[in-house]
């Protein structure tokens, strides 16, 4: 019985990695910001979700799973710190390239401002990432839901259990320890959401 609870737990804690990973919440995450910051106009929302989805989200994405098929990193969440370093400046490099976009575009204030967050929550971990593995997912899953809540309310802090779930989720796997999700998930509010804060 003990073993097949942990067998069960291991598998909710996979499904957990994947579902609530960085790639995927830096795709939803954008929409939320974009209809407020559109005045809940369908067109400009999703013209702005896709521009911050594509740059921050999709195409680091997709170098990080290329480079793990060519067998650069050890998969395409990048175990290894000391192989974190060039797939984290290129999601750096993407979310610039992004980031120019939107203000060329003259993109919605509070969509900016969330580039801008990611942006410096992404170049916090860089630096981290030379001495420590900081979990990238809690980082994000903590940065996100301080992010809904500065725009929507404090009612969604009813979010907060899906962080702690994440933080589980990745000790579980045994990709992180507890202090290394701890961090991250009050890196994401502290960096990122007091830049936003700030910028929007």
Not at 71 to 84: A, T
Not at 128 to 139: E, G, P
Request: aromatic fraction near 8%; charge should be positive.
């Amino acid at each position: 019985m003990i073993t097949k609870n942990r067998s069960a737990g291991l598998r909710l804690a996979k499904i957990v990695t994947e579902v609530l990973s960085p790639a995927t919440i830096v795709v939803l995450l954008p929409s939320a910001v974009a209809w407020n910051a559109t005045g809940h106009e369908v067109v400009a929302t999703i013209v702005w979700s896709l521009v911050v989805a594509v740059f921050f989200s999709v195409l680091p994405m997709a170098f990080i799973v290329s480079g793990a098929r060519k067998g650069k990193w050890d998969g395409h969440w990048v175990r290894e710190r000391e192989r974190r370093a060039v797939p984290l400046l290129m999601c750096l490099l993407s979310a610039v390239v992004g980031l120019v976009i939107l203000l060329v575009g003259d993109a919605p204030r509070d969509v900016v401002a969330l580039a801008w967050s990611m942006i410096a929550v992404l170049a916090v971990c860089v630096v981290i990432t030379k001495w420590w593995k900081v979990s990238l997912h809690a980082t994000v899953a903590g940065g996100a839901v301080a992010t809904v809540i500065l725009i929507y309310g404090w009612w969604l802090a009813l979010l907060v259990p899906l962080v702690a779930l994440v933080a589980w989720a990745r000790v579980r796997v045994s990709d992180h320890t507890a202090a290394q999700v701890v961090v991250g998930s009050f890196l994401g509010p502290v960096a990122g959401g007091v830049v936003f804060l700030l910028l929007r």
